[in-house]
């Protein structure tokens, strides 16, 4: 598939869009303690709900993510954790026709109630894209595309506002037969963001 050529306006609309989104992700050590996993600081991380939270660019992704999901035929998304419910929200109020259907993957079954995996009137007869924030290593992208697929669902590609080229993600993610797609690719080596023509 085929996106705007470089220097486009729809380019140049998508590399505006991913820096006001990196923009307002991006903290810093010097404005606040961060972490990593372990506790130990960290110089910056990315913080996609400060972005996906705020009114303006929540509309604005949404209906970015929507043309190109629906450019491949796609109207169903999913996601796992908190950095993906702000994309399925903004992605499911876009608009446009048919109007997308999204769920909520569980890390594990429901044990009671209607003991759902996946929440939301999201349809197995139909191919569904895994929504998440950021393509690292691609294991948490995985685990969510395996838990549908453990439920029935045809899982056919994976769209991430930011994909950190250094990681590798990219690679498990086609390795396992889908296709990815992401609003700005960033590169370590220089620490500028870029926009991406992926996919």
């Known amino acids: 598939m085929s996106h705007a050529a470089p220097h486009s306006p729809a ?16 903290v810093r050590r010097e404005q606040e303690l961060i972490t ?16 996906m939270l705020d009114g303006s660019l929540f509309k604005e992704v949404g209906e970015m993510m929507a043309g190109r999901l629906r450019a491949r035929g796609v109207d169903q998304v999913a996601g796992l954790g908190f950095g993906s419910f702000a994309l399925v929200g903004s992605v499911l109020s876009s ?17 009671h109630g209607r003991r759902r995996l996946v929440e939301g009137p999201v349809d197995r007869s139909r191919p569904i894209v895994v929504l998440d924030d950021i393509l690292n290593s691609g294991r948490s992208a995985l685990r969510a595309a ?5 439920d029935g669902f045809e899982v056919v590609g994976l769209m991430t506002l930011f994909n950190f080229t250094w990681s590798g993600g990219r690679a498990r993610i086609e390795a396992q037969g889908l296709w990815f797609d992401t609003l700005l690719d960033l590169n370590l080596r220089d620490n ?3 926009s991406s023509d992926s996919c």
């Open 11 to 26: 380019y140049a609309e998508l590399l505006d869009l991913g820096r006001r989104l990196y923009d307002r992700a991006l």
């Open 36 to 51: 990593d996993p372990r506790g130990q600081p960290i110089g910056w991380l990315l913080d996609t709900r400060a972005a």
């Open 95 to 111: 608009g446009g026709q048919p109007p997308f259907r999204g769920g909520f993957i569980r890390e594990e079954r429901k044990p």
């Open 146 to 150: 395996g838990l549908l697929r453990s």
């Open 192 to 194: 500028q963001p870029g």
